[in-house]
């Protein structure tokens, strides 16, 4: 038997040669009955266009290219390496092969264009990791060549072709099942601003904090990565309880920036959400409500203030019941100065009513090291009792400083990543997954349309929404 032509593919799937070649070259003007019978016949012949005669005949290459970025965290960079393969094998059953290569900065890859255009002849680009201001993509629109983005052009989203997943939709799905799940103090966890997809999947979470009537709430931008995760967990579980109402030392920000949280310089006192103080300085002297230091009262409005969920401070150094009628160690705050094993802290690194800075680490446990978890002692007032992340890298960090402090994922505290990366799967993980394959196929799809010459009154544009995958955590 001779090498199959494209006659022969035609005969078996019993349809014209030009079907075949519109398979080939268009198959979205082929129906889709159609199009799998004469896939099938090529795949069973075993047929392969000629490309050398192709290039001939349309001057094209049937190279793309992409550009790899800087290697990242090796988490969420995943998702790069599941895009990369996707493209690939969608580009391959249309002749194409994709080229790849590096550049360490925007102009570095422009002048990598131009290179691979004069040397080559590539045919079109593949871009990633689009942001504002992007000059890759004006220098491609100013010289008319051919190319789409996986990744919106943040702030000019109609000027060229892209394919996107709707981070934002990502975030709302999982700030729902939170809300759903009873959760009330839902913080995130996501990048500094100006990332465009960052920025997208923080609105996210707000808008289900809004639609659920829960304001706004806490959040910490830190760069990606698991210590970037551990860090953010710790500075919003310090800067929890009394720094629900400020926490502008800690660099967390929370709710309406009403109030400092933590003590002065001098060991003074913060405020609490109700509006109190709680008193005395470092030297003993007492506070604005006349009461002493380290006494355990509140400022505000005489001997007790209330505390998050109607408790009051209480208590006397002999451990009798306080003012509110809370037992000493039961957490409430006792008259030793300091939180008795709840957690409660200022967030700036002071304990109330002692102005001894504790070093940013919970009362009840030692810096730098784990906590004894003892059972009531999470969530404290006050302390997030879930997290929405940007990505699993971020997430990955918040689970493991939760666990160091002796805080169960899953149990004591929900935890959800973004990307649906392989680690997620297996450690447990409940993540926000991206259909990263038809983004792929969109992307090789939309390069095909404008090789062609195809007209289109406007940019080609696709924005894919992904689901929520609920594991242990």
Same mark, same amino acid.
């Given at each position: 038997?001779?090498?199959?032509?494209?006659? &022969?593919?035609?005969?078996?799937?019993?349809?014209?040669?030009?079907?075949? &070649?519109?398979?080939?070259?268009?198959?979205?003007?082929?129906?889709?009955?159609?199009?799998?019978?004469?896939?099938?016949?090529?795949?069973?012949?075993? @047929?392969?266009?000629?490309?050398?005669?192709?290039?001939?005949?349309?001057?094209?290459?049937?190279?793309?290219?992409?550009?790899?970025?800087?290697?990242?965290?090796?988490?969420?960079?995943?998702?790069?390496?599941?895009?990369?393969?996707?493209?690939?094998? +969608?580009?391959?059953? @249309?002749?194409?092969?994709?080229?790849?290569?590096?550049?360490?900065?925007?102009?570095?890859?422009?002048?990598? @264009?131009?290179?691979?255009?004069?040397?080559?002849?590539?045919?079109?680009?593949?871009?990633?990791?689009?942001?504002?201001?992007?000059?890759?993509?004006?220098?491609?629109?100013?010289?008319?060549?051919?190319?789409? +983005?996986?990744?919106?052009?943040?702030?000019?989203?109609?000027?060229?072709?892209?394919?996107?997943?709707?981070?934002?939709?990502?975030?709302?799905?999982?700030?729902?099942?939170?809300?759903?799940?009873?959760?009330?103090?839902?913080?995130?966890?996501?990048?500094?601003?100006?990332?465009?997809?960052?920025?997208?999947?923080?609105?996210?979470?707000?808008?289900?904090?809004?639609?659920?009537?829960?304001?706004?709430?806490?959040?910490?931008?830190?760069?990606?990565?698991?210590?970037?995760?551990?860090?953010?967990?710790?500075?919003?579980?310090?800067?929890?309880?009394?720094?629900?109402?400020?926490?502008?030392?800690?660099?967390?920000?929370?709710?309406?920036?009403?109030?400092?949280?933590?003590?002065?310089?001098?060991?003074?006192?913060?405020?609490?959400?109700?509006?109190?103080?709680?008193?005395?300085?470092?030297?003993?002297?007492?506070?604005?409500?006349?009461?002493?230091?380290?006494?355990?009262?509140?400022?505000?409005?005489?001997?007790?203030?209330?505390?998050?969920?109607? #408790?009051?401070?209480?208590?006397?150094?002999?451990?009798?019941?306080?003012?509110?009628?809370?037992?000493?160690?039961?957490?409430?705050?006792?008259?030793?100065?300091?939180?008795?094993?709840?957690?409660?802290?200022?967030?700036?690194?002071?304990?109330?009513?002692?102005?001894?800075? &504790?070093? #940013?680490?919970?009362?009840?446990?030692?810096?730098?090291?784990?906590?004894?978890?003892?059972?009531?002692? @999470?969530?404290?007032?006050?302390?997030?009792?879930?997290?929405?992340?940007?990505?699993?890298?971020?997430?990955?960090?918040?689970?493991?400083?939760?666990?160091?402090?002796? /805080?169960?994922? #899953?149990?004591?505290?929900?935890? /959800?990543?973004?990307?649906? +990366?392989? +680690?997620?799967?297996?450690?447990?993980?409940?993540?926000?997954?991206?259909?990263?394959?038809?983004?792929?196929?969109?992307?090789?799809?939309?390069?095909?349309?404008?090789?062609?010459?195809?007209?289109?009154?406007?940019?080609?544009?696709?924005?894919?929404?992904?689901?929520?995958?609920?594991?242990?955590?």
């Amino acid at each position: 038997m001779g090498r199959p032509t494209l006659n &022969s593919v035609a005969e078996a799937a019993a349809v014209s040669r030009q079907t075949v &070649s519109n398979v080939i070259n268009s198959p979205e003007v082929v129906s889709p009955e159609t199009r799998e019978r004469v896939l099938a016949a090529i795949e069973r012949l075993g @047929y392969r266009p000629n490309t050398a005669a192709r290039q001939m005949r349309t001057t094209r290459s049937q190279i793309i290219g992409l550009c790899i970025p800087p290697s990242g965290n090796g988490v969420s960079g995943v998702v790069l390496d599941q895009f990369l393969h996707s493209l690939t094998a +969608t580009a391959e059953r @249309y002749d194409h092969r994709i080229m790849l290569f590096t550049a360490a900065d925007d102009e570095a890859e422009t002048r990598a @264009y131009a290179d691979l255009i004069a040397s080559v002849g590539i045919d079109g680009f593949v871009l990633t990791n689009t942001h504002h201001d992007d000059l890759r993509t004006r220098w491609l629109l100013e010289r008319e060549l051919p190319f789409v +983005t996986f990744g919106r052009p943040w702030g000019a989203e109609d000027t060229h072709p892209w394919a996107d997943v709707d981070g934002a939709a990502g975030t709302r799905l999982a700030t729902d099942h939170l809300v759903r799940q009873g959760h009330r103090r839902i913080a995130f966890v996501g990048w500094p601003e100006g990332s465009g997809s960052g920025d997208d999947r923080r609105a996210g979470w707000a808008a289900g904090l809004a639609a659920a009537g829960l304001g706004e709430g806490p959040q910490v931008a830190v760069f990606d990565g698991v210590e970037g995760g551990r860090s953010a967990a710790a500075r919003l579980l310090d800067a929890s309880d009394l720094a629900w109402s400020g926490g502008a030392r800690s660099g967390v920000e929370l709710p309406g920036g009403a109030g400092q949280a933590g003590g002065r310089a001098g060991g003074r006192s913060g405020e609490l959400p109700g509006g109190g103080s709680a008193g005395g300085d470092e030297g003993g002297r007492p506070g604005p409500g006349g009461e002493p230091a380290g006494s355990g009262w509140l400022a505000a409005g005489g001997r007790s203030g209330e505390l998050p969920g109607g #408790g009051s401070a209480g208590g006397d150094e002999g451990g009798r019941p306080g003012p509110g009628g809370g037992p000493a160690g039961s957490g409430w705050l006792a008259a030793s100065g300091g939180p008795v094993g709840s957690g409660w802290q200022v967030g700036s690194g002071w304990q109330v009513g002692s102005g001894r800075q &504790s070093g #940013g680490a919970p009362a009840d446990r030692p810096a730098g090291g784990p906590a004894e978890r003892r059972e009531g002692a @999470y969530p404290a007032a006050g302390a997030p009792t879930a997290f929405v992340c940007a990505s699993d890298s971020l997430a990955l960090g918040v689970t493991a400083e939760l666990r160091d402090r002796g /805080i169960r994922p #899953g149990a004591d505290a929900a935890v /959800i990543g973004f990307d649906d +990366t392989p +680690t997620a799967s297996v450690l447990g993980l409940s993540s926000v997954a991206q259909p990263i394959a038809d983004v792929a196929a969109e992307c090789v799809r939309q390069l095909r349309t404008i090789l062609r010459g195809a007209p289109a009154a406007e940019p080609v544009t696709k924005l894919f929404t992904p689901h929520l995958v609920l594991r242990t955590t």
